[in-house]
């Protein structure tokens, strides 16, 4: 039942979510559903748990930076998934099994690397800030492929003064030329995060 709902809310939007299209989905009647859960807060906090359920944990066997990096970038493709996720993510009061472990792993991983657990907190915390950030910001961009760029580009760039504004022009021009995709953008700024990170614990 949940991974219908979660496939329902990829497909329609999580407002199209009711325990009566959920029903209709399933080919069930409504109320066989409050067999499973006591009402749509419960249904919800199980949807979460599913996503949260897609990261995958921190490697036993790898360095802190390059484990922590791996969760981070499951992450990103799990809420690319699931556009709806985001805004319920950090919002339940019940959390599940699978929000459970990812949240005792990653601070176990961080506390195991010399984070003091003030630290660990605060790394969690920029952490998940730049990847819930970047992904709402990646689903609200006006293009996704280099051709969609070139189209938005040429558009601002005729309505755009370019001596009044030449640096925001010159990179728009150099971004056209170069196939400029956002989604790179995720990793290097990733990168700078744990750097700062790693500047955090050693200088606690």
């Known amino acids: 039942m949940l991974h219908a709902a979660v496939g329902l809310a990829d497909r329609d939007g999580i407002a199209s ?3 009566r299209t959920l029903a209709h989905e399933l080919g069930a009647g409504a109320m066989s559903l409050y067999y499973h859960v006591a009402n749509k807060d419960e249904l919800l906090d199980g949807m979460v748990d599913v996503v949260y359920g897609e990261i995958d944990p921190p490697s036993s066997g790898a360095d802190w930076k ?9 992450a990103r493709e799990a809420l690319a998934r699931h556009r709806w996720a985001i805004p319920l993510m950090e919002s339940r009061r019940r959390p599940g099994p699978a929000s459970l472990r990812h949240h005792d792993a990653v601070l176990g991983c961080l506390r195991e690397a010399g984070f003091s657990i003030a630290g660990a907190v605060h790394a969690f915390s920029a952490l998940d800030s730049y990847v819930h950030g970047f992904a709402l910001q990646e689903q609200t961009l006006p293009f996704e492929t280099p051709e969609e760029l070139v189209e938005v580009g040429e558009g601002m760039l005729r309505e755009l003064p370019a001596d009044e504004y ?3 022009a010159a990179t728009i021009v150099e971004f056209m030329k170069s196939g400029y995709q956002f989604a790179n953008e995720f990793e290097v700024g990733l990168d700078l995060v744990l750097d700062g990170l790693e500047r955090l614990r050693d200088t606690a």
């Not at 390059?66 to 499951?74: D, K, L, Q």
């Open 66 to 74: 390059t484990a922590i990096r791996r969760v981070a970038i499951s």
């Open 166 to 168: 030449p640096y925001l």
């Open 17 to 19: 979510l009711t325990m």
